[in-house]
């Protein structure tokens, strides 16, 4: 059985989505990270605690909540009307939204335990040397770090692949423009084809595994285990 237009749309977009979302995550996950690694401030663990939040917050929780603020009546939508644009609920940067920030704590603790494993003796040792604050960053701390970023970036990629509920409720089902595979998935299972269904669920299982496969393998490499 072969996927129709409206899944392999929805094929694309899902793809297209955990791309963009992972390469913004990386963005906003790096000086993040660093911050979480490297400073002594004592709210600290407040904001991780807050980055965390995702992980145990229900989704459509999140998603509802992304949906007041960014919908028409939401400050954020309200300020884009006033722009003369349209609000950011049912819309692809609505559910890139969505994605960044219930995959944060999956690409920002990677980030930070990379940090973390580099530790200050490095960073101090270029300072010794003339290094500037940028070059220890750039120089010594990212390339010793990649470790976490390539965690990161997989995990990223991967949890994006999978949403559900933040999707649902920030994006709706609209095909072409919002439907990604979860919900497609969920129409054939509601619509009882499930010989669709099969096929995209198992083509995200066997991604998924792939995925977190590559982390595992990307781990044992740099704990100096033979694969």
């Known amino acids: 059985m072969m996927l129709n237009a409206q899944d392999l749309a929805a094929l694309w977009l899902t793809l297209k989505l955990a791309l963009v979302s992972t390469l913004v995550l990386l963005v906003i996950g790096t000086p993040l990270g ?3 690694a490297m400073t002594r401030r004592r709210f600290r663990p407040a904001i991780d ?3 965390s939040l995702p992980l145990v917050l229900p989704p459509t929780v999140l998603g509802f909540y992304l949906l007041l603020l960014l919908g028409p009546r939401g400050p954020v939508g309200q300020m884009m009307t006033a722009l003369g644009g349209q609000p950011l609920a049912f819309t692809f940067a609505g559910l890139v939204i969505g994605s960044v920030i219930y995959s944060l704590p999956f690409v920002v603790q990677p980030i930070r335990d990379g940090f973390l494993t580099v530790g200050r003796g490095p960073l ?3 300072a010794t040397l003339g290094a500037s604050p940028r070059d220890r960053f750039f120089k010594v701390a990212l390339p010793l ?3 976490g970023f390539l965690t ?3 995990l990223g990629f991967a949890h994006t692949l999978g949403e559900f509920g933040v999707v649902l409720m920030i994006g709706g089902n609209i095909p072409g423009e919002t439907r ?3 919900i497609a998935i969920y129409d054939h299972v509601e619509t009882l084809a499930y010989g669709r269904a099969h096929l995209m669920s198992g083509g995200l299982l066997v991604l998924s595994f792939a995925l977190l ?4 393998l990307v781990n044992r490499r740099y ?3 033979r694969t």
């Open 34 to 36: 660093w911050w979480l």
């Open 49 to 51: 605690a807050l980055v």
């Open 124 to 126: 101090e040792a270029a």
């Open 145 to 147: 770090a990649q470790r």
């Open 152 to 154: 990161a970036a997989t």
């Open 180 to 182: 990604v595979l979860s």
């Open 213 to 216: 496969l590559v982390v595992h």
């Open 223 to 225: 704990s100096g285990v």
